[in-house]
């Protein structure tokens, strides 16, 4: 079984370096697919044995925590991908370039999200997350138009530069645990209380860690390259880097809240986690009720959502940890999901304005109710697994104490709510200006090269999986229940 | 081979002098020229400290990571930005938004702010010096570099958010993460050598995208300056 630790990573890394010299289209076509896949067999197989994994000396290691994200993160890739799958033109054609460099790069991404998961060494973490920086700075500048060069540039010197913080501060917990007697990167050894770790160069190390990983978990102050960079690259990749990569640097978060919970007690993280999730918060409410642009509503939907996990990391404790993860998985699959539909509502309407999409349920019925599935989901309507999870972390939170805390993360949320309602309801609901419908897909909006405006169309299946897989998780006790629990108290909170 | 201590001591201190002396030319010059040549000079410097700390600790990894050092920061890095200076092409100055004086300024107060934070980390550390013997930590050579490692950090931030020119952004984020090789080596002799060979690969294939966009950048919006990047926005 241990063997599954190596296959997502190898499965990725052959298939990125196949795709990229490949002649084959089908091999281009289907390759971040398979890898997604692999990665998700992988991680219900692991979530399956129940026991801790380790390969390679400990440097490859997969607790329950790790089986889950790795679950996550196969499920949210899988979803993204085969959403992603355009109709297929020629098929006798061979892939461009263009082609085989987004498939490879999407290969790599996965296996390095993947690796950031399975192994126990933050040193390797680190590597890991930055390297996802690396092959995801070409997908958000996949279009090679002015506004996806700015972002993709503003990705990478912001997302780098956070990241780096964050190398500081592993850094300095190195030295910590080598002035204490042991050099090491082990995130076991380092949570085992053995060490006499310094608390102070450990609270130092801490921030600096915490504050350069909410880079790229997208939490508010650290978040600005987040909409620019969602709302150029192709939409897969935008459902990935939403759904599933802020999910991974947000795990980094809570590694690194379990070495500080050892060695310092809750309070330095609590607060710091507790100030971010509110600002995240408040700066979805407040951009999201303003935001023109469906995109980067989505975008701003996702500071709100990792805020929320944020909150519910500080509230600590096995319950609200249990309805992060759980947060996790519904976000991910939901965001990843409208994402894609967000991308093909752009490829036939040919514009990313809010108000100059209309009447979607009565043009567009096959856009339009995986849309607004969709937003139900993220706006925490029950059946969805986010009700679940938003009500738990909220009551967990009150029962910690935070009740003040609580009653602003609430007046919060519904702001955000007001803000998406009346957004979505105006796409979907609203009877467009006479004539709008004669307009052919894809002449408005003005500037945009024809290779842009691809067709609309795609697979339902994904779309219908991912959300029916989010509205019925919440209910089942076994086995999904059970995994919440093992993996939270992983983070040793049991 | 053994060094001595005074030899260390000297070895550390004229290495991290040369790290902190161009970091703050980095701020005085303005051409880009001349700081692809800096940071081939602070690369030179921080495989020279890596290299003191190998023999003090007479570990042959640590050698290894030296080469490795010299090799990536000393000579790929500088060729890179040389090789994205070329395809800018445009003029070769930046325009600070801060007048060189003012700079100087600035980094001599940041200097002075490093001083002061690294005080916990050098209290906790005692640097790798007093390590070899073995206590009395407060005048160990590395323990007063720590600073020096944190001041190139924070002069990194400034560049990259005085400097107007795209390849300036890069340079100031190359200089960040020298800083954190230097703190590295300073407090713990470098990190694990798996991770330092991927944090080295990492930061290369970061300067190679930076080098290729901004070159996109410079095809599209004319010279690379980060000021015109204003399409997207709330």
Known sequence: MAAMLVVPLAVALALGVASAVARSRALVRLAGLVTAVVALGSGLALLATGQVQELAGGLLRADALSAFMLTVIGAVGLTATWGGLA??????????PDERRYAALVCVFLGAMSLAVLTDNLGVL????????????????HRRTRLALEAAWKYVVLGSVGVAIALLGTVLLYAAGRTAGEATLSWVTLTSGDLPLDPGLVRVAVGLMILGFATK????????????????????????MSGVLAAVSFYAILRVQAIADVVLGPGLVRGLLLAAGILSLAVAGALILRQRDYRRMLAYSSVEHMGIMAIGAAVGGPLALAAVLLHVLGHGLAKASLFVVAGRIH?????????????????????????????ATLLGFPPFALFFSEVTIVVAGWRAGLGWAMAVVVGLLLVVFAGLVRASSSMVLASGPAGADDVAPGTRGGGRSAREVGPGRGPLVPLVLALGATAVVGFLAVPVGEVLERAAAALGVS | MHLSEAAFSQLVALSTGTLLVTSVLFVWRRSLRAAVRLLAVQGGALALLVAAIALAEREGELLVTALIVLAVKAVAIPLVLARGLRADGA???????MNPTTGLLAVAGLTTVAYLVSRPIIDATRGVAALL?????EAGPAAFAVPVGLTMVLVGFLLLVTRRRALSQMVGFLLLDNGIATVAFLTAAGVPFIVELGVSLDVLLVALILAVLSGRLAELFGAADIGRLTGLRD
């Not at chain 1, 109709?87 to 461009?96: H, L, V």
């Not at chain 1, 978990?217 to 990935?240: I, K, N």
Request: charged share 20%; aromatic share 4%; glycine share 8%.
């Open chain 1, 87 to 96: 109709p297929e033109g020629d098929r006798s054609a061979t892939p461009t």
């Open chain 1, 126 to 141: 680190w590597v890991a997350l930055e390297a996802t920086t690396i092959a995801t700075a070409f997908l958000v500048g």
């Open chain 1, 217 to 240: 978990a997208d939490l508010a102050p650290m978040h600005s390259w987040l909409p620019d960079a969602l709302s150029e690259a192709p939409a897969p990749v935008s459902g990935l």
């Open chain 1, 347 to 375: 490829a036939t309407e040919g514009t990313a304005l809010v108000a100059d999409v209309r009447a979607l349920l009565a043009r567009h019925p096959r856009l339009a109710v995986p849309f607004v599935a969709g937003m």
């Open chain 2, 91 to 97: 003029a070769l100055r930046d325009e600070p938004r």
């Open chain 2, 133 to 137: 013997a073995g206590g009395d930590a």
